[in-house]
Structure formats: C-alpha cells, structure tokens
C-alpha cells in the first residue's frame, strides 16, 4: 500500500482558497487518489477522487501531475464549516474495504 | 436508505467485560470494514470483510473478533475489555465495483469507555 504525507495542520481565512498536498511518492499503476473529510464526532466523509489529471465536482477540485506522485486538493473560497479533517488515500479499488488511513490534515478556517 | 448504522451511540465498560458492537447497512454493499479512533488520531483498520463469510485481520486485530453471516450486518466483539480499547470505532461499507465506485460510506461511530 503506497504510503501518504500530507502537512499536520493548516490555517485559513473564510473566503479563500486552500490548497492541501499530498505526496505519495510509491503509488502504484492502479492505485487511486481518494480525498475525505472528517467533522468532529462524526465519520469520514468521501469529497473526491482521482487517477490522473484533474477532476472537478461541486465541493473540490483535485490535480494530481502526470507522474501522479503527489495529488493536491483545492477547496474554493472556504468557509467556517469547511474546518476538518482532510485524509489523502492511496490505494488501489479491488482493496477498498482495507484502506489504511493516515493521520490527516487538521484545516482550520478563521472568520 | 438509512446508510451504515452503527448502535450503540455510547457504552461504559469495566475492564474484563464483553461486548457488541453492532453494524448494518442497507445498500447492499458487500464490502464492509471496523476502524477505532483514538483522540486526535487518524483511523486504524481493525478487521473488514468482502462478504459474506469473509473476514480478514486490518491493522490491529487484537482483542477483536468478527463474523459475517449476512450481507448486511458485520458486527464487532470485544473479548474482554480493557482500557486501552477506549475509543471511538467507526463501521465502513461500499460497493465491490471497480474504480470510482469504491468510496467507503461511514456510519456516526460508537463511542467507547473502558474503565
């Protein structure tokens, strides 16, 4: 399983956009890109998922380069509720029910 | 759909006590997985299962047991408690497609106290 490294934590401001990498430098040719969020008291959340490229869809944005070593999520003009957890995963579909998860991004957002 | 539920909300434990955690999902997934969360920590993978039948061991096994007799449920025992299971254990299901079809779907957790 390719091994995830993303920062510890992050702050913000409402209204900006955040930006939060991932580096996962032993990714395999069949292993996808999965963002979720976590709120306190409450269980990860999906947001978003990629192989190559870019992929959009209402609530992020992730770009990952072509050699797919790193992958970044953005999160447009962000608001207070967007403070989370935020866990980049590595892995590849046929094992989803044994995804490991790393220690995550603690983003927080400032009025 | 009800999603993944999870029950109980909250249990209290004495150290040397059994216990069940129950999961059930009504999506007809066929892969299901337990995680525990300790505070300020990322999620570790207890046990998961990709059906019926089949089980197999995540990342910290010890002290726990599953079975999955049903599509639907996966619950997760607790041998004999201790203090150091104090945590908050999450049940995961999703679908056994391929590609973008594999996001897991969360239930709201099981808050867990050993004294």
Redesign the interface.
Known sequence: LAKTTQPISMDSYEGQEVNITCSHNNIATND?I?WYQQFP??????II?G?KTKVTNEVASLFIPADRKSSTLSLPRVSLSDTAVY?CLVDR?SS?????????TRLSIRP | NAGVTQTPKFQVLKTGQSMTLQCAQDMNHEYMSWYRQDPGMGLRLIHYSVGAGITDQGEVPNGYNVSRSTTEDFPLRLLSAAPSQTSVYFCASSYSGTGEEETQYFGPGTRLLVL
């Open positions: 996808y999965t008291s409450q269980g990860p959340r999906f998922q192989y866990y579909y989803a029910s044994k995804i490991i998860f790393g220690s995550g």
